[in-house]
């Protein structure tokens, strides 16, 4: 009891420092909502700048449109001129050379204004590719490498798995000045975009799905494999880089890494970035270079999510040749799903969103928003590097030593994922690492910690809640992030002596120990701290023996396109004995959940607090708002629950609790009398 006032203490006490002292990212990184005629439904697609500082848009409908103005200087409102219309589904737009290029679902092509007036007459298709007609057969691109050729990437469709229906789809591309072909690397799922970084090096991101335990980021060179088995059917073709073929790609279910091991030309990626916890459906990726001006981060990578409608931040560095590094909350609160950024002329940073068959937590169809620097320099861990026995952790301003030495600030822990055929995947080989030596650099802007061991291969999680800063007791504006190590360097290991002996280590291990299972439940409902449901009583999937003798309402309900249920409003008699089917015929996972009336969003929310826990647990919160649910299922995939309907008349609402899903996946029982 004595360790667990003790630790409540430190509880309490850094809570009232943040309430205090705490930055936010509103006040940092200010957003600016650019207004949007209502005639234009600027479903971003592409975003490019052109030389006289115009932007201009292509969006899902077809369209590109040219905004002047996009900063509204002055006060003066942004001006709309429709430039180019009638394409399909534009999902990439560049300033090449003096022109326009996009991709459409089947072509790259090129837009020119032959006559002056400010409007495209001249359409050419510069290379095209076949298509079978599967929706998710998206292009995107093109950008442009450092030898200047153009690079594309093609999607794979969806058939209740992801699969190459026509030739290259699931492949990156490369196109000389010339416009001649070359097929670059494979293994691709939905790599929605990709970038330079700036060493020149192309980066893409990949979402979850079939092949892919969680979203990332990838290192690509000529001739990689990064993952997804479907494109490896034109392999063969005279003109592949790839030598791997489908049979020679193992389906154990093993992490990624391993598997790699025995697998050459198998890439794994540079930066995992942990699905539900980071983002859900990784998107646009903008290097901070010159151009910016986004505070001390130059050098790294933003990444764009969008169903979760925020941006994440890169560090990345290379030991032994290979790129891997850590991944950081950056700024969330947009108002639709992030798919393109851009940097403006200010170093402000231009937001285009889509959410439309793509939902997302912010709640717009559409939007285009400017992210700004307000100058005030973040607390905020800078950098992660690997050290041959731990992480050295830079911060943007000197740290209070104090709470630096001691290991009670930090929690860290490794995991991974499985690769496999199935869609996602689970965190697995999680275990903790306990911290042996705590070093502090002279100007308190460096912290090496030694860890009892490293997991070359896996991700650490690395969590500096207790960190304060030098002067003001300021808490981190973000307190975690991911670092995947692909490498362990090599370099002096520090002994671990009196001198650099961690504080506080004993103490805060002995007082969470203490915590039983009824406090770890109040922390779920409070949302201090959620844990996952384990009551078997929610997840009824016999019919109980007692109903044998009652009338049993049998309900079926699906999905539809857009993150929604088919069924969304029913009416039942409160006390009805209730068989539900939950059939799962959308291409991400989805699962039921029932809650009390005016929960939904509460329940959503706390699952957005499980953490690497989440999936083990079906994304459903140890909580009293929850009455029933399915399991989480697999595209294709079904579950049957029995439950009765609450006896108190009211509004009970359903959702998906599939993080950032309970926003839009929901509907209601209404419960009679």
Known sequence: ????????????????????????????????????????????????????????????????????????????????????????????????????????????????????????????????????????????????????????????????????????????????????????????????????????????????????????????????????????????????????????????????????????????????????????????????????????????????????????????EKVKGVYQGMVFPFREGFSSGILRMNWGSDGSMLVGMTSRGWSSTGKEEYGLQRLTWSGVMPFEVQTVKAQPDGFELEFTMPVDEKTARNAGSYKLSTFTYKYHHIYGSPVINQSPRSIKAIVISPDHKRVRLVLDSLKEGYIHEIKTEGIRSENGNTPLLHNYGYYTLNKIPDGEKIVATDENKPTGAMEADHAMQGMDHHNMKNMAETGEKVTGSTDAGKHVTKQPASWKNGLVKTILLGTKPGLKFNVTNLTLKAGTKVKLTFANTDDMLHNFVLTTPGSGNVVGEMVMKMGLDGEKYDFVPNSTKVIAHTSLLQPGKSDTIYFTVPKKPGIYPFICTYPGHYMVMKGQIKVLK
């Open 1 to 316: 009891m004595k360790n667990l006032k003790y630790l409540l203490s430190l509880l309490l006490l850094g809570a009232g420092m943040a309430k205090t002292n705490a930055q936010t990212e509103n006040t940092i990184f200010p957003i600016v909502t650019i207004p949007i005629p209502k005639e234009v439904a600027l479903e971003v697609g592409g975003m490019t700048f052109l030389p006289n500082d115009e932007l201009a848009v292509a969006t899902r409908r077809g369209e590109v449109w040219i905004i002047t103005n996009p900063y509204m200087k002055d006060g003066q409102q942004p001006k709309y001129r429709l430039f180019a219309h009638g394409m399909h589904e534009i999902l990439g737009l560049s300033y090449i050379k003096g022109d326009l290029y996009l991709t459409q679902r089947a072509e790259l092509t090129r837009l020119r204004d032959l006559d002056g007036d400010g409007e495209a007459d001249e359409y050419r298709t510069m290379y095209s590719w076949p298509l079978s007609g599967n929706y998710h057969e998206y292009a995107y691109g093109p950008m442009l490498d450092k030898d200047g050729n153009m690079v594309v990437t093609l999607n794979l469709g969806w058939i209740g798995f992801g699969e190459s229906m026509s030739k290259w789809h699931g492949w990156m591309l490369k196109f000389t000045p010339d416009f001649k072909m070359k097929p670059f690397a494979t293994g691709f799922r939905s790599p929605a975009a990709f970038a330079l970084n700036n060493s020149g090096d192309i980066f893409y991101a990949e979402n979850q799905g079939d092949w892919v335990g969680s979203g990332s980021i990838t290192h690509v060179e000529e001739g990689d494999f990064v993952g997804n088995p479907a494109g490896l059917i034109w392999a063969d073709q005279p003109d592949s880089p790839v030598k791997l073929r489908k049979k020679d790609i193992p389906d154990t279910g093993e992490p990624k890494y391993d598997v790699a091991k025995r697998v050459p030309g198998l890439k794994t990626p540079s930066v995992w970035i942990p699905h539900s916890i980071m983002g859900n459906s990784t998107s646009g990726i903008l290097s901070y270079s010159d151009n910016g001006n986004m505070g001390p981060f130059k050098g790294q990578l933003f990444v764009g999510d969008q169903s979760q409608s925020k941006i994440s931040r890169v560090y990345l």
